[in-house]
């Protein structure tokens, strides 16, 4: 994550108060691009563009969601998906084509939201820490899911 959406939080919220977070070492970054990849079945040599790029696709919008909105809450979303129940306390949240990924609580991602997802600035993607589902966020707040349990061949989100 930036160093300046922690200072600005602190600022805010007072120093020492950011939620409690920690940026994967490249090695496992690359090993949860690798584990993706597997996941979906692209081939491992495949580029974090071209594993983007099938996430995108395949991804289904989630109807009515807005994450530019000041009412816009994370958790009702990851509760109707069923991605909250699926035994995830933690989850990675990507920024950078794999460059930049962080490990955070969803109790803490989804109460801090507003106050880590930039509007028009941030690509988000959030996965779930058993790589079961993951959820986009684009820059314009659209929400996109996709369920990953079905290994290759994916279906849709619950």
């Known amino acids: 994550m930036e160093n300046f959406k922690i200072e600005n939080f602190e600022r805010e919220h007072g120093i020492g108060s950011f939620p409690p977070l920690r940026p994967?070492?490249?090695?496992?970054?690359?090993?949860?691009?690798?584990?993706?990849?597997?996941?979906?079945?692209?081939?491992i040599q495949s580029s974090a563009s071209e594993l983007l790029n099938f996430i995108d696709q395949k991804?289904?919008?989630?109807?009515?969601?807005?994450?530019?909105?000041?009412?816009?809450?994370?958790?009702?979303?990851?509760?109707?998906?069923?991605?909250?129940?699926?035994?995830?306390?933690?989850?990675?949240?990507?920024?950078?084509?794999?460059?930049?990924?962080?490990?955070?609580?969803?109790?803490?991602?989804?109460?801090?939201?507003?106050?880590?997802?930039?509007?028009?600035?941030d690509d988000m993607m959030i996965i779930g820490t058993n790589l079961m589902w993951l959820m986009e966020i684009t820059h314009e707040g659209e929400a996109k899911a996709l369920d990953l349990a079905g290994g290759p061949g994916l279906t849709n989100p619950k």
């Open 24 to 43: 994967l070492k490249n090695d496992e970054a690359v090993n949860l691009e690798t584990f993706l990849k597997l996941r979906i079945g692209l081939p």
């Open 59 to 121: 991804a289904i919008v989630i109807e009515g969601v807005d994450a530019t909105e000041d009412a816009f809450d994370l958790k009702p979303i990851l509760d109707k998906m069923s991605f909250s129940s699926e035994g995830c306390f933690v989850l990675f949240a990507n920024w950078s084509r794999f460059q930049e990924v962080d490990e955070l609580m969803v109790d803490d991602i989804c109460h801090y939201f507003s106050d880590i997802y930039y509007p028009s600035a």
